[in-house]
């Protein structure tokens, strides 16, 4: 594999993650990203499971993920005054965790750690404000794929195509000839995510959460760089059709009209609401994103392939990190496996990701109907559970429910490649 030519589209985690395996396999790697440089902030994610695995290969970065956690310490659901009604915690083993994981860090950080792995090595090069224009491959996928550029890199060819551009990959669109939205699952929620000026928490590293009707919830966190981070997270009801269109519709404008939108939804919820719909109207490292799922029929086209969310988005349950990790490591590793005959790699990317997807994807049907209950009622309820959860110590029973990204290290065993030392 030392000749292949590699294209990798997108430099958040996905991406370098794909760059680092496949450069270690002994491939030459290229990764554009359309911005003009990494994006910093963005929400919390999580390591977990198979996701732990694979970065415990991948020299110092566990070291440097520690280093950037968000330093949650646990989690709490508040009254309007503040009292909790109870708290959950960390279990202390990173191969069992439970709602606080170990590795929990800010999607820019973690983005930062794997650049910062791999920015140095001679085999991978970044090229940042550049994207895909086009790609030609032949109908028998025997060659290369030609790529031209949008802002001014000169045309290429590639033995291999990856992309790593999120669940609405423009990539993706552009290789299978679908919509941008076209295997997008909805899960009728969005979230919008920035940080505060004023410490909101007065200095705890335990998280609050607070909800109101309508599938309105709130989360101030802990955030190593500033005072606090804030998680605002709309669900609407599974039979709302096209619920988040309103949503979509300003996210396509600048960010001005999405924080409106957000501000008039998060009208009357009360509790810190109003403080923190002000910073938000100024913050400047604002996000936000609907949350869905992606499926398609298949991860590989010819020479083109899929990796992260831009083949297989988690959407709500917690495994979308996890399962970008893992998905770059067996990308390499299998292609290495069958090292010459990179359409069997392909097929066995494929057939490693698929059980690990289909277990990840998994969303419980009452998951997001307690992160943020649409009643009166179902808030109430929600609130002693979580009470009598947190005071029975019985939450590691209970997570049990919570779907495949709180299941232990041991639950996702990797394959073993020969090249990984």
Same mark, same amino acid.
């Given at each position: 594999?030392?000749?292949?030519?590699?294209?990798?589209?997108?430099?958040?985690?996905?991406?370098?993650?794909? @760059?680092?395996?496949?450069?270690?396999?002994?491939?030459?790697?290229?990764? *554009?990203?359309?911005?003009?440089?990494?994006?910093?902030?963005?929400?919390?994610?999580? /390591?977990?499971?198979?996701?732990?695995?694979?970065?415990?290969?991948? %020299?110092?970065?566990?070291?440097?993920?520690?280093?950037?956690?968000?330093?949650?310490?646990?989690? %709490?659901?508040?009254?309007?005054? #503040?009292?909790?009604?109870?708290? /959950?915690?960390?279990?202390?083993?990173?191969?069992?965790?439970?709602?606080?994981?170990?590795?929990?860090?800010?999607? #820019?950080?973690?983005?930062?750690?794997?650049?910062?792995?791999?920015?140095?090595?001679?085999?991978?090069?970044?090229?940042?404000? $550049?994207?895909?224009?086009?790609?030609?491959?032949?109908?028998?996928?025997?060659?290369?794929?030609?790529?031209?550029?949008?802002?001014?890199?000169?045309?290429? $060819?590639?033995?291999?195509?990856?992309?790593?551009?999120?669940?609405?990959?423009?990539?993706?669109?552009?290789?299978?000839?679908?919509?941008?939205?076209?295997?997008?699952?909805?899960?009728?929620?969005? @979230?919008?995510?920035? %940080?505060?000026?004023?410490?909101?928490?007065?200095?705890?590293?335990? %998280?609050?959460?607070?909800?109101?009707?309508?599938?309105?919830?709130?989360?101030?966190?802990?955030?190593?760089?500033?005072?606090?981070?804030?998680?605002?997270?709309?669900?609407?009801?599974?039979?709302?059709?096209?619920?988040?269109?309103?949503?979509?519709?300003?996210?396509?404008?600048?960010?001005?009209?999405?924080?409106?939108? /957000?501000?008039?939804?998060?009208?009357?919820?009360?509790?810190?609401?109003?403080? *923190? &719909?002000?910073?938000?109207?100024?913050?400047?490292?604002?996000?936000?994103?609907?949350?869905?799922?992606?499926?398609?029929?298949?991860?590989?086209?010819?020479?083109?392939?899929?990796?992260?969310?831009?083949?297989?988005?988690?959407?709500?349950?917690?495994?979308?990190?996890?399962?970008?990790?893992?998905?770059?490591?067996? &990308?390499?590793?299998?292609?290495?496996?069958? @090292?010459?005959?990179?359409?069997?790699?392909?097929?066995?990317?494929?057939?490693?990701?698929?059980?690990? /997807?289909?277990?990840?994807?998994?969303?419980?049907?009452?998951?997001?109907?307690?992160?943020?209950?649409?009643?009166?009622?179902?808030?109430?309820?929600?609130?002693?559970?979580?009470?009598?959860?947190?005071?029975?110590?019985?939450?590691?029973?209970?997570?049990?429910? &919570?779907?495949?990204?709180?299941?232990?290290?041991? @639950?996702?065993?990797?394959?073993?490649?020969?090249?990984?030392?």
């Amino acid at each position: 594999m030392s000749q292949l030519r590699v294209l990798v589209v997108g430099a958040s985690i996905a991406g370098p993650a794909t @760059a680092y395996w496949l450069a270690k396999a002994g491939a030459k790697v290229t990764v *554009i990203e359309r911005f003009q440089s990494l994006r910093p902030g963005g929400q919390a994610v999580d /390591i977990r499971t198979a996701g732990v695995s694979v970065m415990r290969k991948m %020299s110092g970065m566990e070291t440097q993920v520690r280093a950037k956690s968000t330093q949650e310490e646990g989690v %709490s659901f508040v009254r309007e005054d #503040g009292r909790p009604y109870g708290i /959950i915690r960390a279990t202390g083993n990173p191969d069992q965790q439970s709602l606080i994981s170990e590795y929990e860090i800010f999607r #820019g950080d973690l983005a930062k750690v794997l650049f910062d792995l791999t920015k140095d090595n001679e085999s991978i090069s970044y090229v940042f404000g $550049e994207q895909v224009a086009s790609m030609q491959q032949s109908e028998t996928h025997d060659g290369p794929i030609a790529v031209d550029f949008a802002n001014g890199s000169r045309p290429s $060819e590639y033995d291999l195509v990856v992309a790593c551009d999120g669940a609405t990959s423009r990539t993706r669109a552009m290789a299978f000839g679908c919509g941008v939205r076209d295997h997008i699952f909805p899960s009728n929620s969005w @979230a919008a995510y920035f %940080s505060l000026k004023q410490d909101l928490l007065q200095g705890s590293k335990i %998280s609050q959460g607070f909800s109101a009707t309508g599938g309105r919830a709130i989360t101030v966190g802990p955030d190593p760089s500033g005072p606090s981070r804030i998680m605002l997270m709309s669900i609407h009801p599974r039979d709302q059709h096209d619920a988040t269109l309103p949503f979509r519709q300003a996210a396509s404008q600048e960010d001005d009209a999405l924080k409106k939108y /957000i501000a008039q939804r998060y009208q009357g919820v009360g509790w810190k609401t109003d403080s *923190i &719909l002000q910073e938000m109207m100024e913050s400047e490292d604002f996000y936000a994103s609907e949350i869905v799922q992606v499926k398609i029929p298949n991860l590989h086209k010819g020479r083109f392939v899929l990796v992260g969310d831009a083949g297989y988005a988690a959407g709500p349950t917690g495994g979308g990190t996890s399962l970008a990790l893992a998905g770059a490591y067996m &990308l390499a590793g299998e292609i290495s496996k069958h @090292a010459g005959d990179l359409a069997a790699g392909l097929r066995g990317y494929e057939q490693q990701m698929r059980p690990l /997807i289909k277990e990840m994807q998994k969303v419980p049907p009452f998951v997001q109907t307690f992160f943020a209950p649409q009643t009166a009622w179902g808030i109430w309820l929600r609130n002693y559970a979580f009470a009598f959860i947190s005071w029975t110590g019985v939450a590691e029973f209970a997570q049990r429910y &919570l779907g495949a990204a709180f299941a232990s290290t041991e @639950a996702f065993p990797l394959p073993d490649y020969s090249w990984v030392k």
